[in-house]
């Protein structure tokens, strides 16, 4: 299940940083994801982060300012309170 569905006491440290080792690993093979959102980070059946939807992933130079801006850009998705119901 992606992580835009679930209760946001489920966006933890654990995933966080589970979801940051992956981004890590997807920036070390020289690619950006290209679509960071919480749609796009699912757990698996045995607990594990997994970056989806690659389908924006391109590849970039290890000099790129694009990983930078990924890591700033996935610290904000687990900082930002989650939606209430609509009013």
Same mark, same amino acid.
């Given at each position: =299940?992606?992580?835009? %569905?679930? @209760?946001?006491?489920?966006?933890?440290?654990?995933?966080?940083?589970?979801?940051?080792?992956?981004?890590? =690993? +997807?920036? !070390?093979?020289?690619?950006?994801?290209? *679509?960071?959102? +919480? /749609? %796009?980070?699912?757990? @698996?059946? @045995?607990? =594990?982060?997994?970056?989806? *939807?690659?389908? &924006?992933?391109? =590849?970039?130079?290890? @000099?790129? /300012?694009? #990983?930078?801006? !990924?890591? $700033? *850009? +996935? !610290? $904000?998705? #687990?900082?930002?309170? &989650?939606?209430?119901?609509?009013?």
């Amino acid at each position: =299940r992606t992580l835009d %569905n679930v @209760d946001a006491s489920l966006l933890t440290a654990s995933v966080y940083s589970q979801s940051l080792a992956a981004l890590q =690993r +997807l920036h !070390e093979a020289g690619y950006v994801h290209g *679509d960071l959102a +919480l /749609r %796009n980070i699912a757990i @698996d059946q @045995d607990g =594990r982060v997994v970056l989806i *939807d690659l389908g &924006s992933a391109r =590849r970039a130079p290890q @000099d790129s /300012r694009d #990983f930078q801006l !990924e890591r $700033k *850009d +996935l !610290e $904000k998705l #687990f900082a930002a309170p &989650s939606p209430g119901p609509p009013s």
